[in-house]
């Protein structure tokens, strides 16, 4: 079981930027196997996906809403991943999860089970 805990979140103005890091812990298994997704739940809305880097050749997807302003990336030697926020905007207000994946993906599964997160807050 891969266990991933999230941090970096917080208050930014529109335009803003934040840097998400997603840390491995206490895992037999090693996160380098894995893709990693982050996903963010807005108040009163579904998760969704936001971005996902592979293992290996560390392909990188993202939503259509966040593309050109954030930025996945990761660290295998520090088994933490990380997602660049630039540009931030209102909209992007959510509680930010990584997720270990076998496969990148941007859709959530009923398996899915979500860590403390990180809260991003964008606003003026």
């Known amino acids: 079981q891969v266990q991933l805990v999230e941090s970096g979140g917080g208050l930014v103005q529109p335009g803003g930027s934040l840097r998400l890091s997603c840390a491995a812990s206490?895992?037999?298994?090693?996160?380098?196997?894995?893709?990693v997704g982050w996903f963010r739940q807005a108040p009163e809305k579904e998760h969704e996906g936001v971005s996902c880097i592979t293992s290996g050749d560390e392909s990188t997807v993202y939503a259509n809403s966040v593309k050109g302003r954030f930025t996945i990336s990761r660290d295998n030697a520090k088994k933490t991943a990380f997602l660049q926020m630039n540009s931030l905007k209102p909209e992007d207000t959510a509680v930010y999860y990584c997720?270990?994946?076998?496969?990148?993906?941007?859709?959530?599964?009923?398996?899915?089970?979500w860590g403390q997160g990180t809260r991003v807050t964008v606003s003026s």
């Open positions: 997720l270990a994946m076998a496969s990148c993906r941007l859709w959530v599964t009923p398996s899915d089970e």
């Open positions: 206490g895992s037999s298994l090693d996160v380098d196997y894995f893709a």
